[in-house]
């Protein structure tokens, strides 16, 4: 286990985030914060980042408009984007950071970062969902 793994770790308890699941051996955990809407953030030392990915929802079956509104959304976004998986299944969010001068700050921004994405974009990713 890795220096990096337990610094990032160590920043996501402090902020009171509640660990569901880990995986030592790829330097992995799962995190959750209901008040801030967070639910099965996979969080991934991959050195020399740092991956944010949370599963958001299913891409709708008539996609075209919504993956124009994807991109608009994605541009309004602090830090991250929205984005499909390998099979264009699911949408995510994702962010990355560097690990190597990684602060708790710097973490807090982009979890943050995801909460105010899907505050400010709850109604409209759920309007899409029910087509």
Avoid: W
Avoid at 23 to 46: K, M, Q, T
Wanted: aromatic share 6%.
């Amino acid at each position: 286990m890795s220096a990096n793994f337990e610094k990032v770790k160590g920043f996501l308890l402090d902020l009171d985030l509640n660990i569901t699941h880990e995986n030592e051996a790829e330097e992995l955990v799962v995190v959750r914060d209901e008040e801030s809407g967070i639910s099965n953030l996979i969080v991934d030392c991959e050195d020399p980042i740092v991956i944010f990915e949370q599963p958001i929802m299913p891409v709708p079956k008539d996609s075209a408009d919504f993956y124009k509104r994807l991109l608009q959304m994605n541009r309004t976004l602090v830090h991250g984007a929205f984005v499909l998986n390998e099979d264009a299944s699911m949408i995510f969010f994702r962010d990355t950071l560097q690990l190597e001068n990684l602060d708790k700050n710097e973490l807090e921004g982009s979890i943050s970062a995801l909460s105010l994405a899907l505050a400010e974009n709850a109604a409209e990713l759920l309007a899409f969902s029910k087509k």
